[in-house]
């Protein structure tokens, strides 16, 4: 798979083929996720995921491009906590009440 490689992403661009490509979780890409994760501008994307558009630049890329960054909930609660400047470290939680959550925006992405 080639995950975003600059070649493949430029050629389909100057072909004027649309694409979706899978990104390696690199130190730019978590960056990016943790920063939208803190966002509420999500926006259900169907099937149960939710999801929020940003831009990117990364590494051998010649230009900025859109992403779409996708998650879903997970059965019972968690805790994000900062460790460190690149590390999170994500605990789950057993409660009696229900976590509020506030996803309730609608747009294409």
């Known amino acids: 798979m080639a995950f975003g490689v ?7 661009e100057a072909r004027g083929i649309h694409y979706v490509a899978k990104l390696k979780i690199t130190k730019n890409v978590k960056r990016l996720i943790e920063r939208l994760f803190e966002m509420e501008e999500w926006v259900k ?13 990364l590494f ?7 992403v779409v960054v996708l998650r879903r909930p997970i059965p019972g609660n968690i805790l994000l906590q900062k460790k460190g400047k690149d590390q ?4 789950f ?9 506030n996803m309730q925006l609608e747009v294409e992405l």
């Open 6 to 12: 600059e070649g493949v992403l430029s050629e389909a």
């Open 45 to 57: 994307a169907g099937a149960g995921y939710y999801g929020m558009e940003s831009e990117l630049k």
């Open 60 to 66: 051998g890329w010649s230009r900025s491009r859109r």
């Open 93 to 101: 939680l057993e409660t009696q009440e229900e976590v509020a959550t």
């Open 88 to 91: 999170v470290e994500m605990s």
